[in-house]
């Protein structure tokens, strides 16, 4: 399915509608080129989960927690060149847990991200003014049929 | 000599106190992995309960893994900085070498399996020697399919223990012909196992080196992963 969004702030309501549906164990995977929004999505998706410390990208310390009603792992994988550097900070450990997951730039290690989990691409598109976004949203397994229900209204 | 061991592989959260012939005490959680939160408090009563400080303590003894890689790091991180701060000697011990300890004077083979994510385990096979431990195998991380046909192969009575059991347990059961597993009480990694394998490599002045010391970290490469994928993705076609 794909959403359109005209703002930053719709951009983070989306994230924010996602983060209030999330379960315990739920893996998110988050891609979009360079200023498409994705950490202002994550801003969206931590207020959803009753986050309330702020969201800064983790794209030095490539994985940050919070708690909220559910504990989050927000993960940028940008700058690793390599997944076996990912795999080898115990990143199983974290995506099997009992936290929610989300993960920045996830096609950089797409042979550790599990088959069931939920995709969210941010596409720009430029001639429709610069803060145009489609967010599609894709997913395997059951445990993310909840995605149905999001929608801008 | 006396001997503080610390076990943070697994689920489980484990510190103890022992000499050459006597357990002083042990305090162990199995109990949601928060060993970066407990682990130093537990250290900490477990000195006063026996109204020790650190500098009583005469060597270290930490589970060097394989494991969870937070937890062997938290331990790690926590003995080596005791070792640093009192002067004396730390020894790493495998976990799957204490977790097998744990079954002494079992028959035919034992096999420790904790729990490596995605259908795989940690693992090791042993075997008795009256009391005396013996390893079989290297230390392995493999899918719990191909260390059944492994076992299959060896056609012996296997014993397992570990936090990987309750996962994998009907799998075993229906695999293996009198198949028999650790009673719960048994079934989780204690330091007390740890140091008293430690304890004895220690008192002969074996060590660990604290700038070289490692993890054990077991790891797939990228070729047996994509190779995984592959098959994972082939399975739901």
């Known amino acids: 399915m794909k959403i359109t969004t005209e703002s930053v702030e719709e951009t983070k309501l989306i994230g924010q509608k996602l983060g209030a549906l999330v379960n315990s164990g739920d893996i998110i995977c988050l891609t979009g080129d360079l200023g498409t929004g994705k950490t202002h999505f994550v801003k969206g998706f931590a207020k959803g989960l009753k986050i309330e410390d702020s969201i800064t990208s983790p794209t030095f310390t490539i994985v940050n927690e919070y708690q909220g009603r559910l504990k989050l792992n927000h993960f940028d994988v940008y700058r690793v060149s390599d997944p076996d550097e990912i795999e080898a900070i115990g990143f199983d450990e974290y995506i099997f847990s009992s936290a929610v ?51 801008l209204c | 000599m006396l001997i503080l061991s610390i076990d943070s592989s697994t689920e489980s959260a484990s510190c103890a106190i022992l000499e050459e012939n006597r357990l002083l005490g042990e305090i162990s959680f199995n109990y949601k992995k928060q060993h970066s939160v407990i682990l130093m408090t537990m250290v900490d009563n477990l000195l ?17 893994g394989p494991g969870s890689f937070t937890g062997l790091r938290i331990g790690i991180a926590t003995v080596k900085g005791l070792s ?7 020894l790493g011990v495998s976990s799957l070498d204490a977790l097998a300890y744990n079954m002494a004077f079992t028959s035919g083979i034992v096999c420790p399996i904790i ?57 075993l059961v229906e695999a293996l012909p009198g198949v028999q597993f650790a009673p719960v009480h048994l079934n989780l990694a204690r330091a007390s196992a740890l140091g008293e394998l430690g304890l004895s490599s220690l008192a002969l002045g074996n060590h660990d080196d604290i700038n070289t010391f490692a993890p054990l970290y077991l790891r797939k490469c990228q070729a047996e992963r994509e190779y995984d994928k592959k098959m994972e993705l082939l399975k739901n076609v």
């Open chain 1, 101 to 151: 997951s989300i993960i920045e730039w996830s096609n950089y290690i797409e042979e550790l991200i599990p088959e069931e989990s939920l995709r969210i691409n941010i596409v720009k598109v430029p001639e429709k003014g610069d803060n145009y976004r489609e967010i599609e949203i894709s997913y395997t397994g059951e445990r993310y049929n909840y995605a149905k229900e999001i929608n």
């Open chain 2, 84 to 90: 640093q701060g009192t002067g004396k000697p730390f």
């Open chain 2, 48 to 64: 006063k309960n026996l109204a020790l400080t650190i500098t009583d303590i005469d060597g270290f003894v930490i589970s060097k």
């Open chain 2, 115 to 171: 729990d490596a994510l995605r259908g795989n385990v940690y693992t090791a096979l042993y075997k008795f020697n009256g009391a005396k431990l013996e390893k079989i195998s290297d230390y392995l991380l493999i899918s719990i399919d191909e260390l059944l046909i492994l076992l299959k192969e060896k056609e012996e009575t296997c014993t397992f223990i570990g936090d990987a059991v309750h996962i994998f347990k009907d799998k």
